[in-house]
Every structure is written in structure tokens, then in C-alpha cells.
């Protein structure tokens, strides 16, 4: 992701990040797991990594995606990314890690989901500082607390500053 824009200091985008890095960081141990042979720790990452995507695209879709949506210019992007959430939510679904084509296939995911991960971080957040209203962060920020059921970290909360 890039860091010049600021939108890392925004705390929704910081929220969203977290969960990248995390959901990312699952996918990758499962593909470990997956290099070693070890096929049952490789599904329970793979499965606590769809339970972690499916929250965050619903906090992602039902707040910043529809808000960012509402601007002609954005709503063909962010239709195709919510097209890519469903892509692999059907993929994990099904997802079966004793068939070899089905490993070799979750391997590939993963790396796809790191493109994915790109065009939001790279391309929709960015967009988002300079096309967003106060009133749509807040509409962003109360869908992402609803599906999570906290409110948003203030902004410095976590990261050491004070």
C-alpha cells in the first residue's frame, strides 16, 4: 500500500488494513501448512480465514463500498471488487484440501487475494479521502461498527500515539 495519501491514518481504512494483514497473514500459514503436508492445520487456517473475510466484506460492502458506489466514477470498481469477494467466498465454501488440484487452486487464491487487497489499498482508499463526505464516513463507519459490534478505534488508539 502506498503511504503517502494519509488514508492510513483514517481509522475505518486502519480497521480494514488490520483485517488485510490478518486474513493474509492466515492464508500464508495455510499455504505453509499446506507445503509441510499438514492438511488438517492448513483447512482450520483456511477456515478461520473465511470466517474473517466474510465479516470484513460485510463491513467493507455495507459501508464503504456503497458510499464510494454512490459516485458513478467508482460504482463499475467497486462492483467488480465486491464480484471478487463473491468469487472467493464460493471458492472457500467448497474449498476441499485433500484434493490436489483444490490445494494448488488455494495457493493461487491466496496470491489473487493479495491483487485484491492491492486495489483497495492502492486504488479505493486513496480515492476514498478525496471523494468521501463527513456524512458518508459516518454512514462507512457505522456499517463497519454494526457488523463488528464495536464502534471504530479512534483515530492514535493502538498504534502507540497519543
Not at 3 to 20: T, V
Not at 82 to 100: I, K, N, P, V
Not at 122 to 131: I, Q, R, V, Y
Request: charge should be negative; charged fraction near 25%; include cysteine.
Amino acid at each position: 500500500m502506498c503511504h503517502y495519501c494519509g488514508c492510513r491514518d483514517i481509522p475505518l481504512i486502519k480497521e480494514f488494513i488490520a483485517e488485510h494483514e490478518a486474513v493474509t497473514d492466515l492464508g500464508g500459514d495455510a499455504v505453509r501448512a499446506l507445503g509441510t503436508g499438514d492438511r488438517a492445520r492448513a483447512a482450520l487456517l483456511a477456515a478461520e480465514m473465511a470466517v474473517l473475510l466474510r465479516r470484513h466484506w460485510a463491513g467493507e460492502e455495507a459501508g464503504l463500498f456503497r458510499v464510494m458506489a454512490e459516485n458513478e466514477e467508482y460504482a463499475g470498481y467497486v462492483a467488480a471488487l465486491a464480484s471478487e469477494h463473491r468469487a472467493l467466498d464460493a471458492f472457500l465454501t467448497g474449498l476441499d484440501l485433500e484434493d490436489a488440484a483444490q490445494r494448488a487452486a488455494f495457493a493461487a487464491a491466496v496470491d489473487e487475494l493479495h491483487h485484491h487487497i492491492a486495489k483497495e489499498e492502492d486504488g479505493l482508499f486513496p480515492a476514498s479521502l478525496t471523494e468521501l463526505t463527513g456524512p458518508q464516513w459516518n454512514e462507512a463507519m457505522t456499517a463497519w461498527s454494526e457488523v463488528h459490534g464495536r464502534p471504530v478505534a479512534p483515530a492514535g488508539a493502538g498504534d502507540g500515539a497519543a
